[in-house]
DNA sequence: TCTGGGGTCCTAGGACCC
DNA sequence: TCTGGGGTCCTAGGACCC
Protein backbone atom coordinates (compact mmCIF):
# COMPACT_ATOMS: atom_id res chain seq x y z
CA UNK A 1 0.00 0.00 0.00
CA UNK A 2 1.09 3.32 -0.99
CA UNK A 3 -0.07 6.91 1.62
CA UNK A 4 -0.75 10.10 0.12
CA UNK A 5 -0.05 13.33 3.02
CA UNK A 6 -1.47 16.63 1.18
CA UNK A 7 -1.12 19.66 3.18
CA UNK A 8 -4.68 21.88 2.98
CA UNK A 9 -4.31 24.54 1.67
CA UNK A 10 -0.36 24.65 2.07
CA UNK A 11 0.35 28.45 1.75
CA UNK A 12 -2.62 29.68 3.44
CA UNK A 13 -2.19 27.21 6.62
CA UNK A 14 1.71 28.26 7.02
CA UNK A 15 0.75 31.87 7.56
CA UNK A 16 -1.88 30.71 9.77
CA UNK A 17 0.45 28.64 11.62
CA UNK A 18 2.12 32.13 13.41
CA UNK A 19 -1.54 33.85 12.91
CA UNK A 20 -3.62 31.91 14.59
CA UNK A 21 -6.19 34.98 15.29
CA UNK A 22 -6.92 34.01 11.65
CA UNK A 23 -7.60 30.85 11.53
CA UNK A 24 -11.08 31.63 11.09
CA UNK A 25 -10.61 34.25 9.19
CA UNK A 26 -10.98 33.95 4.52
CA UNK A 27 -7.35 33.96 3.74
CA UNK A 28 -5.47 34.22 0.61
CA UNK A 29 -1.74 34.06 -1.10
CA UNK A 30 -0.86 36.11 -3.56
CA UNK A 31 1.82 35.14 -6.39
CA UNK A 32 4.64 37.87 -6.81
CA UNK A 33 3.77 41.22 -7.53
CA UNK A 34 0.77 39.97 -5.95
CA UNK A 35 -0.51 39.28 -8.79
CA UNK A 36 -3.20 36.91 -8.76
CA UNK A 37 -4.22 34.16 -5.59
CA UNK A 38 -2.62 31.11 -5.81
CA UNK A 39 -3.68 29.64 -2.64
CA UNK A 40 -7.05 29.88 -0.93
CA UNK A 41 -8.17 29.19 2.42
CA UNK A 42 -11.81 27.14 3.21
CA UNK A 43 -13.49 29.99 3.17
CA UNK A 44 -12.55 31.69 0.50
CA UNK A 45 -12.94 28.40 -1.49
CA UNK A 46 -16.49 28.63 -0.54
CA UNK A 47 -17.07 31.93 -1.99
CA UNK A 48 -16.25 30.40 -5.23
CA UNK A 49 -13.13 32.54 -5.79
CA UNK A 50 -11.65 30.43 -7.98
CA UNK A 51 -7.48 30.27 -8.16
CA UNK A 52 -5.81 32.63 -10.04
CA UNK A 53 -8.06 35.36 -10.01
CA UNK A 54 -6.48 38.47 -10.08
CA UNK A 55 -6.32 40.04 -7.05
CA UNK A 56 -7.01 43.67 -8.20
CA UNK A 57 -10.52 42.05 -9.52
CA UNK A 58 -10.74 40.12 -6.14
CA UNK A 59 -10.68 43.91 -4.22
CA UNK A 60 -13.38 44.89 -7.05
CA UNK A 61 -15.44 42.01 -6.54
CA UNK A 62 -15.27 41.02 -2.90
CA UNK A 63 -14.77 44.47 -1.40
CA UNK A 64 -16.16 43.96 2.17
CA UNK A 65 -15.77 40.35 2.36
CA UNK A 66 -13.14 40.52 4.56
CA UNK A 67 -10.22 38.77 2.80
CA UNK A 68 -6.75 38.76 4.29
CA UNK A 69 -4.43 38.64 1.47
CA UNK A 70 -0.56 37.81 1.90
CA UNK A 71 2.06 37.74 -0.38
CA UNK A 72 4.28 34.90 -0.37
CA UNK A 73 6.50 34.15 1.66
CA UNK A 74 8.39 31.23 -0.06
CA UNK A 75 11.26 31.13 2.82
CA UNK A 76 8.35 30.42 5.67
CA UNK A 77 6.63 27.57 3.31
CA UNK A 78 10.06 25.66 2.56
CA UNK A 79 10.71 25.78 6.14
CA UNK A 80 7.35 24.47 7.07
CA UNK A 81 7.36 21.88 3.93
CA UNK A 82 10.60 20.44 5.65
CA UNK A 83 9.68 20.74 9.10
CA UNK A 84 6.50 17.91 8.09
CA UNK A 85 8.87 16.46 6.12
CA UNK A 86 10.64 14.92 8.93
CA UNK A 87 7.66 14.20 11.04
CA UNK A 88 6.92 11.77 8.27
CA UNK A 89 10.28 10.67 8.33
CA UNK A 90 10.00 9.62 11.49
CA UNK A 91 7.05 7.45 11.15
CA UNK A 92 6.74 5.72 7.73
CA UNK A 93 9.03 3.03 6.67
CA UNK A 94 9.78 5.74 3.33
CA UNK A 95 8.65 8.63 2.09
CA UNK A 96 9.05 10.48 -1.46
CA UNK A 97 8.57 14.18 -1.54
CA UNK A 98 6.40 15.10 -4.27
CA UNK A 99 5.71 18.49 -4.43
CA UNK A 100 6.30 21.61 -1.44
CA UNK A 101 3.29 20.06 0.11
CA UNK A 102 2.60 16.30 -0.87
CA UNK A 103 4.97 13.50 -0.14
CA UNK A 104 4.17 9.70 -1.24
CA UNK A 105 4.58 7.21 1.86
CA UNK A 106 5.80 3.31 1.29
CA UNK A 107 3.80 1.96 3.27
CA UNK A 108 6.11 -1.79 2.96
CA UNK A 109 5.80 -4.00 6.04
CA UNK A 110 2.20 -2.26 7.60
CA UNK A 111 0.24 -5.81 6.61
CA UNK A 112 -1.52 -6.66 9.57
CA UNK A 113 -1.86 -2.88 10.68
CA UNK A 114 -4.96 -0.85 11.11
CA UNK A 115 -4.24 1.70 8.36
CA UNK A 116 -6.90 4.02 9.16
CA UNK A 117 -6.17 4.18 12.76
CA UNK A 118 -2.63 4.68 11.81
CA UNK A 119 -3.53 7.38 9.48
CA UNK A 120 -5.27 9.01 11.25
CA UNK A 121 -2.45 9.45 14.57
CA UNK A 122 -0.02 10.79 12.17
CA UNK A 123 -2.08 13.50 10.94
CA UNK A 124 -2.94 14.40 14.27
CA UNK A 125 1.20 13.88 15.18
CA UNK A 126 1.94 16.77 12.13
CA UNK A 127 -0.88 18.71 13.03
CA UNK A 128 0.53 18.85 16.83
CA UNK A 129 4.24 19.17 15.73
CA UNK A 130 4.13 21.79 13.08
CA UNK A 131 1.01 23.39 13.55
CA UNK A 132 -0.11 22.04 9.82
CA UNK A 133 -3.30 20.47 9.11
CA UNK A 134 -2.45 17.68 6.62
CA UNK A 135 -5.19 15.11 5.00
CA UNK A 136 -4.09 11.57 4.08
CA UNK A 137 -5.15 9.11 1.49
CA UNK A 138 -4.52 5.37 1.48
CA UNK A 139 -4.78 2.56 -1.40
CA UNK A 140 -2.72 0.23 -3.26
CA UNK A 141 -1.78 2.73 -6.12
CA UNK A 142 -0.59 6.21 -6.43
CA UNK A 143 -3.70 7.43 -8.40
CA UNK A 144 -6.29 6.01 -6.06
CA UNK A 145 -4.20 6.94 -3.17
CA UNK A 146 -4.79 10.71 -4.49
CA UNK A 147 -7.88 10.02 -4.62
CA UNK A 148 -8.65 8.84 -1.08
CA UNK A 149 -6.53 11.71 0.09
CA UNK A 150 -9.13 13.73 -1.31
CA UNK A 151 -11.85 12.36 -0.04
CA UNK A 152 -9.92 12.57 3.52
CA UNK A 153 -9.98 16.45 2.53
CA UNK A 154 -13.33 16.63 1.22
CA UNK A 155 -15.38 14.82 4.57
CA UNK A 156 -14.50 15.54 8.28
CA UNK A 157 -16.31 11.68 8.99
CA UNK A 158 -12.97 10.17 7.59
CA UNK A 159 -10.89 12.26 10.91
CA UNK A 160 -8.20 13.08 7.91
CA UNK A 161 -7.60 9.41 6.97
CA UNK A 162 -9.28 7.82 4.17
CA UNK A 163 -8.35 4.38 2.71
CA UNK A 164 -8.99 2.51 0.02
CA UNK A 165 -8.53 -1.39 0.73
CA UNK A 166 -11.31 -3.63 -0.51
CA UNK A 167 -12.82 -3.91 -3.88
CA UNK A 168 -15.79 -2.34 -2.99
CA UNK A 169 -14.47 0.40 -1.70
CA UNK A 170 -12.27 0.86 -4.51
CA UNK A 171 -15.47 0.55 -6.57
CA UNK A 172 -17.69 3.27 -4.74
CA UNK A 173 -14.84 5.71 -4.90
CA UNK A 174 -14.51 5.59 -8.45
CA UNK A 175 -18.39 5.73 -8.84
CA UNK A 176 -18.73 9.48 -7.16
CA UNK A 177 -15.41 10.51 -7.88
CA UNK A 178 -15.19 13.27 -11.37
CA UNK A 179 -13.11 11.91 -13.82
CA UNK A 180 -11.78 15.53 -14.10
CA UNK A 181 -10.23 15.12 -10.78
CA UNK A 182 -8.14 11.96 -11.11
CA UNK A 183 -4.31 12.43 -11.26
CA UNK A 184 -3.04 12.85 -14.52
CA UNK A 185 -6.61 14.32 -16.31
CA UNK A 186 -6.43 17.26 -16.94
CA UNK A 187 -8.66 19.94 -18.60
CA UNK A 188 -8.13 18.96 -22.16
CA UNK A 189 -9.00 14.63 -21.79
CA UNK A 190 -11.55 15.72 -19.58
CA UNK A 191 -13.34 17.48 -21.96
CA UNK A 192 -12.89 14.67 -24.73
CA UNK A 193 -14.18 12.33 -21.84
CA UNK A 194 -17.11 14.06 -21.13
CA UNK A 195 -18.27 14.73 -24.51
CA UNK A 196 -17.78 10.49 -25.05
CA UNK A 197 -20.66 10.43 -21.82
CA UNK A 198 -17.54 9.20 -19.39
CA UNK A 199 -17.96 11.38 -16.25
CA UNK A 200 -17.06 9.58 -13.56
CA UNK A 201 -13.35 7.49 -12.62
CA UNK A 202 -15.79 4.66 -12.62
CA UNK A 203 -16.54 5.16 -16.09
CA UNK A 204 -13.44 5.73 -17.12
CA UNK A 205 -12.23 2.85 -15.48
CA UNK A 206 -14.88 0.70 -17.56
CA UNK A 207 -13.39 1.75 -21.20
CA UNK A 208 -11.78 -0.88 -23.11
CA UNK A 209 -8.03 -1.06 -22.26
CA UNK A 210 -7.04 -0.73 -26.60
CA UNK A 211 -9.57 1.84 -27.10
CA UNK A 212 -8.08 4.06 -24.08
CA UNK A 213 -4.53 3.53 -25.51
CA UNK A 214 -5.81 4.34 -28.73
CA UNK A 215 -7.18 7.13 -27.95
CA UNK A 216 -5.45 8.52 -24.55
CA UNK A 217 -1.62 7.14 -25.57
CA UNK A 218 0.29 5.26 -22.45
CA UNK A 219 -0.20 7.80 -20.18
CA UNK A 220 -3.50 7.62 -20.69
CA UNK A 221 -3.46 3.81 -20.14
CA UNK A 222 -1.02 4.04 -16.80
CA UNK A 223 -3.97 6.04 -15.32
CA UNK A 224 -6.45 3.72 -16.21
CA UNK A 225 -4.46 1.08 -14.83
CA UNK A 226 -4.02 2.77 -11.80
CA UNK A 227 -7.41 3.07 -11.59
CA UNK A 228 -8.53 -0.68 -11.54
CA UNK A 229 -5.45 -1.13 -8.61
CA UNK A 230 -2.55 -2.27 -11.22
CA UNK A 231 0.41 0.36 -10.34
CA UNK A 232 2.38 1.36 -12.98
CA UNK A 233 3.08 5.06 -12.19
CA UNK A 234 6.58 5.24 -10.70
CA UNK A 235 7.37 8.41 -8.38
CA UNK A 236 10.62 9.92 -8.25
CA UNK A 237 11.42 11.91 -5.49
CA UNK A 238 11.90 15.62 -5.20
CA UNK A 239 15.64 15.36 -3.50
CA UNK A 240 18.54 14.68 -5.24
CA UNK A 241 17.08 13.99 -8.65
CA UNK A 242 19.01 16.58 -11.24
CA UNK A 243 16.95 18.92 -13.05
CA UNK A 244 17.12 18.37 -17.11
CA UNK A 245 16.28 21.87 -17.55
CA UNK A 246 16.17 24.58 -15.20
CA UNK A 247 14.08 27.88 -15.20
CA UNK A 248 14.36 31.12 -13.53
CA UNK A 249 11.34 33.40 -15.04
CA UNK A 250 9.36 36.70 -13.80
CA UNK A 251 7.02 39.31 -14.51
CA UNK A 252 7.62 42.74 -13.93
CA UNK A 253 5.54 44.89 -11.61
CA UNK A 254 5.19 47.82 -14.37
CA UNK A 255 6.34 47.80 -17.93
CA UNK A 256 9.73 48.33 -19.08
CA UNK A 257 10.70 49.56 -22.26
CA UNK A 258 14.42 50.31 -21.81
CA UNK A 259 17.40 47.97 -22.71
CA UNK A 260 19.58 48.71 -19.44
CA UNK A 261 16.43 47.90 -17.31
CA UNK A 262 16.12 44.49 -19.31
CA UNK A 263 19.75 43.66 -18.22
CA UNK A 264 19.29 43.67 -14.68
CA UNK A 265 16.76 41.59 -14.82
CA UNK A 266 17.99 39.00 -17.13
CA UNK A 267 21.09 39.24 -15.12
CA UNK A 268 19.71 38.35 -12.49
CA UNK A 269 17.44 35.43 -13.56
CA UNK A 270 20.71 34.48 -15.31
CA UNK A 271 22.78 34.36 -11.97
CA UNK A 272 19.95 32.71 -10.32
CA UNK A 273 20.13 30.04 -13.36
CA UNK A 274 23.78 29.58 -12.34
CA UNK A 275 23.32 29.80 -8.65
CA UNK A 276 20.47 26.23 -8.92
CA UNK A 277 23.24 24.60 -11.42
CA UNK A 278 26.03 24.55 -9.02
CA UNK A 279 23.46 23.87 -6.53
CA UNK A 280 23.13 20.42 -8.11
CA UNK A 281 26.42 20.07 -8.93
CA UNK A 282 25.86 20.41 -12.63
CA UNK A 283 26.86 22.51 -15.99
CA UNK A 284 24.57 23.60 -18.59
CA UNK A 285 25.42 23.48 -22.77
CA UNK A 286 22.46 25.76 -23.49
CA UNK A 287 21.28 29.28 -22.45
CA UNK A 288 17.99 30.55 -23.87
CA UNK A 289 17.00 34.05 -23.35
CA UNK A 290 13.40 35.38 -23.67
CA UNK A 291 11.45 38.60 -23.43
CA UNK A 292 7.97 39.66 -23.68
CA UNK A 293 5.38 42.02 -24.52
CA UNK A 294 2.47 42.10 -21.87
CA UNK A 295 -0.44 39.87 -23.51
CA UNK A 296 -3.18 41.25 -21.79
CA UNK A 297 -2.81 44.61 -23.39
CA UNK A 298 -4.34 44.07 -26.79
CA UNK A 299 -4.06 47.90 -27.34
CA UNK A 300 -0.10 47.76 -27.48
CA UNK A 301 2.33 46.26 -29.82
CA UNK A 302 3.03 42.63 -29.36
CA UNK A 303 6.64 40.97 -29.11
CA UNK A 304 7.80 37.72 -27.85
CA UNK A 305 11.49 37.57 -28.34
CA UNK A 306 14.03 34.57 -27.72
CA UNK A 307 17.55 33.08 -28.45
CA UNK A 308 19.64 30.83 -27.44
CA UNK A 309 23.24 30.09 -27.22
CA UNK A 310 25.27 26.86 -26.95
CA UNK A 311 28.85 26.60 -24.92
CA UNK A 312 31.48 24.90 -26.58
CA UNK A 313 32.37 23.93 -22.84
CA UNK A 314 29.48 23.44 -20.43
CA UNK A 315 29.23 25.44 -17.66
CA UNK A 316 28.13 26.76 -14.82
CA UNK A 317 29.52 30.09 -13.25
CA UNK A 318 28.00 32.97 -13.11
CA UNK A 319 30.00 34.98 -14.71
CA UNK A 320 29.50 33.02 -18.33
CA UNK A 321 26.04 32.08 -18.33
CA UNK A 322 25.06 36.15 -17.31
CA UNK A 323 27.90 37.23 -19.91
CA UNK A 324 25.78 34.93 -22.78
CA UNK A 325 22.43 36.06 -21.65
CA UNK A 326 22.67 40.00 -21.69
CA UNK A 327 24.35 39.19 -25.29
CA UNK A 328 21.16 36.89 -26.51
CA UNK A 329 18.84 39.92 -24.96
CA UNK A 330 20.55 42.94 -26.97
CA UNK A 331 19.96 40.21 -29.98
CA UNK A 332 16.37 40.08 -28.99
CA UNK A 333 15.65 43.19 -28.25
CA UNK A 334 13.60 45.54 -29.98
CA UNK A 335 12.99 49.24 -29.13
CA UNK A 336 9.82 50.65 -28.52
CA UNK A 337 8.01 47.09 -27.19
CA UNK A 338 6.56 47.47 -23.39
CA UNK A 339 7.79 44.43 -21.91
CA UNK A 340 6.23 42.46 -19.11
CA UNK A 341 8.19 39.76 -18.45
CA UNK A 342 11.83 38.14 -19.57
CA UNK A 343 13.01 34.68 -18.46
CA UNK A 344 16.18 32.36 -18.74
CA UNK A 345 16.30 28.87 -19.51
CA UNK A 346 19.35 26.66 -19.02
CA UNK A 347 19.15 23.26 -20.79
CA UNK A 348 21.28 20.44 -21.65
CA UNK A 349 22.80 20.21 -18.25
CA UNK A 350 24.94 17.16 -17.29
CA UNK A 351 27.25 16.42 -14.06
CA UNK A 352 29.51 19.06 -13.94
CA UNK A 353 32.24 16.01 -12.47
CA UNK A 354 32.32 14.95 -16.21
CA UNK A 355 32.76 17.88 -18.69
CA UNK A 356 33.79 17.28 -21.97
CA UNK A 357 36.21 20.46 -23.55
CA UNK A 358 36.22 21.88 -26.32
CA UNK A 359 38.92 20.46 -28.09
CA UNK A 360 39.86 23.56 -29.62
CA UNK A 361 38.54 26.61 -27.38
CA UNK A 362 38.64 25.88 -24.08
CA UNK A 363 40.88 28.16 -21.76
CA UNK A 364 41.10 26.09 -18.78
CA UNK A 365 42.63 29.18 -16.85
CA UNK A 366 39.49 31.60 -17.59
CA UNK A 367 36.71 28.94 -16.77
CA UNK A 368 39.04 28.09 -13.19
CA UNK A 369 39.04 31.61 -12.19
CA UNK A 370 35.81 31.93 -13.00
CA UNK A 371 34.44 28.82 -11.51
CA UNK A 372 36.78 30.28 -8.24
CA UNK A 373 34.49 34.07 -8.66
CA UNK A 374 31.40 31.90 -8.59
CA UNK A 375 32.66 29.50 -5.44
CA UNK A 376 33.42 32.64 -3.67
CA UNK A 377 30.04 34.14 -3.95
CA UNK A 378 28.58 31.51 -3.46
CA UNK A 379 30.62 31.21 0.06
CA UNK A 380 29.60 34.72 1.04
CA UNK A 381 25.83 34.81 0.12
CA UNK A 382 25.49 31.54 1.81
CA UNK A 383 26.80 33.63 4.94
CA UNK A 384 26.11 36.99 4.89
CA UNK A 385 22.24 36.40 2.82
CA UNK A 386 21.28 35.75 -0.58
CA UNK A 387 22.07 38.90 -3.16
CA UNK A 388 25.21 40.23 -0.76
CA UNK A 389 27.35 40.01 -3.58
CA UNK A 390 26.27 40.22 -7.02
CA UNK A 391 27.49 41.09 -10.39
CA UNK A 392 27.31 45.10 -11.45
CA UNK A 393 24.69 43.86 -14.65
CA UNK A 394 22.51 42.73 -11.55
CA UNK A 395 21.50 45.74 -9.54
CA UNK A 396 18.40 47.50 -10.62
CA UNK A 397 19.12 51.27 -10.64
CA UNK A 398 16.95 53.86 -10.51
CA UNK A 399 17.40 57.27 -11.72
CA UNK A 400 16.44 60.64 -10.26
CA UNK A 401 14.37 62.62 -11.99
CA UNK A 402 17.74 64.86 -12.83
CA UNK A 403 19.61 61.93 -13.81
CA UNK A 404 22.50 62.63 -11.53
CA UNK A 405 22.13 59.87 -8.86
CA UNK A 406 21.36 56.36 -9.17
CA UNK A 407 19.40 54.23 -6.62
CA UNK A 408 19.34 50.63 -6.46
CA UNK A 409 15.60 48.92 -5.61
CA UNK A 410 13.79 45.96 -5.10
CA UNK A 411 12.46 44.17 -8.17
CA UNK A 412 9.67 42.36 -7.08
CA UNK A 413 6.43 43.87 -5.24
CA UNK A 414 5.19 42.00 -2.31
CA UNK A 415 3.57 44.18 -0.11
CA UNK A 416 1.98 42.09 1.86
CA UNK A 417 4.62 39.82 2.87
CA UNK A 418 4.75 38.13 6.61
CA UNK A 419 7.49 38.17 8.44
CA UNK A 420 10.11 35.02 7.62
CA UNK A 421 8.99 33.84 11.20
CA UNK A 422 10.78 30.79 10.99
CA UNK A 423 14.10 31.28 9.52
CA UNK A 424 14.94 34.72 10.69
CA UNK A 425 15.09 35.74 14.27
CA UNK A 426 14.85 39.67 12.99
CA UNK A 427 11.55 38.54 12.34
CA UNK A 428 10.42 39.31 15.76
CA UNK A 429 11.69 42.26 16.76
CA UNK A 430 9.54 44.81 16.19
CA UNK A 431 10.08 48.09 15.00
C1' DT B 1 -3.21 51.02 -12.99
C1' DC B 2 -3.22 45.87 -11.39
C1' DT B 3 -3.31 39.25 -14.67
C1' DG B 4 2.52 33.60 -11.43
C1' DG B 5 6.33 30.33 -11.91
C1' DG B 6 8.64 25.86 -12.69
C1' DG B 7 8.80 21.38 -14.20
C1' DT B 8 8.13 16.33 -16.78
C1' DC B 9 6.81 12.99 -20.27
C1' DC B 10 5.02 11.55 -24.75
C1' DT B 11 4.28 11.69 -29.78
C1' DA B 12 4.89 12.68 -34.55
C1' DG B 13 7.70 13.85 -38.09
C1' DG B 14 12.07 14.90 -40.21
C1' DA B 15 16.99 14.04 -40.78
C1' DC B 16 20.20 10.84 -40.96
C1' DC B 17 22.61 6.25 -40.58
C1' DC B 18 23.66 1.41 -42.24
C1' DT C 1 11.18 2.80 -65.49
C1' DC C 2 12.12 0.30 -61.50
C1' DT C 3 13.07 2.47 -55.82
C1' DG C 4 13.81 -1.91 -49.00
C1' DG C 5 14.02 -2.35 -44.30
C1' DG C 6 15.29 -1.11 -39.86
C1' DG C 7 16.92 1.93 -36.68
C1' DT C 8 18.40 6.37 -33.76
C1' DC C 9 18.37 11.11 -32.60
C1' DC C 10 16.40 15.57 -32.40
C1' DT C 11 12.74 18.98 -32.04
C1' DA C 12 8.29 21.17 -31.59
C1' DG C 13 4.09 20.90 -29.68
C1' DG C 14 0.69 18.93 -26.62
C1' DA C 15 -0.64 17.39 -22.26
C1' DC C 16 -0.10 16.93 -17.60
C1' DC C 17 1.51 18.13 -12.66
C1' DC C 18 2.38 21.26 -8.49
Known amino acids: MVGLVDCDNFFCSCERVFRPDLAKTPLVVLSNNDGCVVARSREVKAMGIPEGMPYYQLKEKYPDSGIVAFSSNYALYADMSARVISILRGEAPDVIQYSIDEAFLILEGMEGLDLHKWGEGLCRKVQKCTGMPVSLGIASTN ?48 RKLEYIGVNTAYDFASLQKDYVRRRFHVTGERTWKELQGIPCIEIEGLEGVSKKTIVTSRSFPEMIRELDDLRSHVANYAARCALKLRRQNSVCAVVTAFIQSN ?35 DYI ?39 EVSAAIDRINSRMGADTVVLGTQQYRERSEDGKSIKFVNAIRRAMKSPDYSTRLGAFVVG
Open 143 to 190: TLAKMASKYAKKYPGYNKCCVISTEEQRQKALSLFPVGDVWGIGRRIR
Open 295 to 329: HFREDLEQYDGSGYHSFSTPTNTTNEIVECAIRIL
Open 333 to 371: FRKGIWYKRAGIMVSGITPANAIQPDLFEYCPERRRRFS
